[in-house]
């Protein structure tokens, strides 16, 4: 009897090109913006594991099996005068997001206990405002940096909104904050559809003070909030050329009364495919999961680190929800991935060789 299944061609030249790329990323050859738009531009699913294996062989050879995990807490939440299309948080968007001033010290450290009994390196202190400027309020959130400093429960990071001013950084470095989270969200194209209330290049400007203070970059973006794939690629590469040491990936969650609330959300693997092409663009960085991967990818979660991510947002997000920390400690397990960072930290990542002050992110909720 004859079989009615169709069997599809193998693309010998396809597979032999990923292979050639993957290679050239091990022997640390950077590859080109062309090649790069070919990787996101893979439209089969063979081509798409080949490539997903790549990436975890660069995972691998890169960063070990050594999983960096972070989490977050909003000190100050909801009320902000921004006008970013995906958020919860904005003044401008009916949503049921929660809305309180300032938190005490107390809240902070209570969620650093929390960090540490997780194994969690990273705690940033994310505030839904524009941006810091000097006075009162910088003040007040320096002592929440030095307390946590001082108590050595996590390391003391934050996700602030834009700097203007170099004073502000510096600031914020001595008081021991060590990274700082301000995402590009996506293409310098696209970001106009994101947002309206601040620009691409205040972004990039904040970035400038931020490394000049001597602060690491943590800087990223959202995919599937109706972007192309060359803005993802295109993403990718202003990220590299910025010099960001980690990188996080948050998947739109669409939450009602934003703008965004009804943008058709991506498939999975094509969620998957993004992060191994960041994976080849930048093998040395740690490419990290955050907001809406419990949602978007369901149970293909643990593929992530296959596709090459090397970092987890673990917790709940700003106004989401994640997975409990101990089902994502089980995940890593499970797949024979250690979350202790301690001993691999940022040092093990190229000099960017750009020029600090001149290179070209805020908390994605
Ligand atoms: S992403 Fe940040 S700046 Fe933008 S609206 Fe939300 S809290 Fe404000």
Same mark, same amino acid.
């Given at each position: 009897?004859?079989?009615?299944?169709?069997?599809?061609?193998?693309?010998?030249?396809?597979? *032999?090109?990923?292979?050639? %790329?993957?290679? =050239?990323?091990?022997?640390? @050859?950077?590859?080109? $913006?062309? /090649?790069?738009?070919?990787?996101?531009?893979?439209?089969?699913?063979?081509?798409?594991?080949?490539?997903?294996?790549?990436a975890?062989?660069?995972r691998?050879?890169?960063?070990?099996?050594?999983?960096?995990?972070?989490?977050?807490?909003?000190?100050?939440?909801?009320?902000?005068?921004?006008?970013?299309?995906?958020?919860?948080?904005?003044?401008?968007?009916?949503?049921?997001?929660?809305?309180?001033?300032?938190?005490?010290?107390?809240?902070?450290?209570?969620?650093?206990?929390?960090?540490?009994?997780?194994?969690?390196?990273?705690?940033?202190?994310? *505030?839904?405002?524009?941006? %810091?400027?000097? =006075?009162?309020?910088?003040? @007040?959130?320096?002592? $929440?940096? /030095?307390?946590?400093?001082?108590?050595?429960?996590?390391?003391?990071?934050?996700?602030?909104?834009?700097?203007?001013?170099?004073?502000?950084?510096?600031?914020?470095?001595?008081?021991?904050?060590?990274?700082?989270?301000?995402?590009?969200?996506?293409?310098?194209?696209?970001?106009?559809?994101?947002?309206?209330?601040?620009?691409?290049?205040?972004?990039?400007?904040?970035?400038?003070?931020?490394?000049?203070?001597?602060?690491?970059?943590?800087?990223?973006?959202?995919?599937?909030?109706?972007?192309?794939?060359?803005?993802?690629?295109?993403?990718?590469?202003?990220?590299?050329?910025?010099?960001?040491?980690?990188?996080?990936?948050?998947?739109?969650?669409?939450?009602?009364?934003?703008?965004?609330?009804?943008?058709?959300?991506?498939?999975?693997?094509?969620?998957?495919?993004?992060i191994a092409?960041?994976r080849?663009?930048?093998?040395?960085?740690?490419?990290?999961?955050?907001?809406?991967?419990?949602?978007?990818?369901?149970?293909?979660?643990?593929?992530?680190?296959?596709a090459g991510a090397?970092?987890?947002?673990?917790?709940?997000?700003?106004?989401?929800?994640?997975?409990?920390?101990?089902?994502?400690?089980?995940?890593?397990?499970?797949?024979?991935?250690?979350?202790?960072?301690?001993?691999?930290?940022?040092?093990?990542?190229?000099?960017?060789?750009?020029?600090?002050?001149?290179?070209?992110?805020?908390?994605?909720?």
């Amino acid at each position: 009897m004859l079989s009615t299944m169709t069997v599809k061609s193998f693309d010998a030249t396809d597979h *032999a090109r990923i292979a050639e %790329l993957g290679q =050239g990323v091990l022997r640390g @050859e950077p590859i080109s $913006r062309e /090649e790069g738009r070919w990787l996101f531009d893979l439209g089969d699913t063979a081509d798409v594991f080949d490539l997903l294996s790549w990436a975890n062989r660069i995972r691998e050879h890169f960063k070990g099996n050594k999983i960096h995990l972070c989490s977050i807490v909003n000190v100050k939440a909801g009320g902000c005068s921004e006008n970013c299309r995906f958020c919860a948080q904005s003044v401008l968007y009916q949503t049921d997001s929660p809305r309180y001033g300032l938190i005490e010290p107390d809240a902070v450290l209570a969620a650093a206990d929390e960090a540490k009994a997780n194994g969690v390196t990273g705690l940033g202190l994310v *505030a839904a405002w524009r941006g %810091l400027e000097e =006075g009162p309020v910088l003040d @007040e959130i320096c002592q $929440r940096f /030095e307390e946590l400093k001082r108590s050595g429960k996590a390391r003391p990071d934050a996700s602030l909104g834009i700097i203007k001013d170099q004073k502000v950084a510096d600031r914020l470095r001595q008081a021991g904050v060590e990274c700082y989270n301000h995402n590009l969200e996506s293409s310098r194209r696209f970001y106009p559809q994101v947002c309206s209330s601040h620009t691409y290049e205040d972004r990039v400007q904040t970035i400038g003070h931020l490394k000049h203070a001597g602060i690491k970059i943590c800087s990223g973006g959202i995919i599937g909030m109706g972007e192309t794939r060359e803005d993802r690629c295109d993403l990718a590469f202003s990220l590299r050329e910025l010099g960001a040491n980690v990188v996080p990936i948050n998947i739109l969650n669409p939450v009602p009364g934003t703008p965004f609330a009804n943008v058709e959300p991506l498939a999975p693997l094509e969620i998957l495919q993004t992060i191994a092409c960041f994976r080849f663009i930048l093998p040395r960085q740690e490419i990290m999961i955050a907001g809406g991967r419990t949602v978007n990818l369901r149970d293909m979660q643990s593929m992530i680190f296959l596709a090459g991510a090397s970092a987890l947002m673990v917790g709940n997000y700003l106004t989401t929800l994640n997975q409990p920390v101990e089902k994502d400690l089980q995940m890593l397990k499970d797949l024979g991935l250690d979350p202790n960072w301690d001993k691999h930290g940022f040092s093990d990542q190229e000099p960017c060789g750009c020029n600090p002050g001149h290179e070209m992110a805020c908390a994605s909720s």
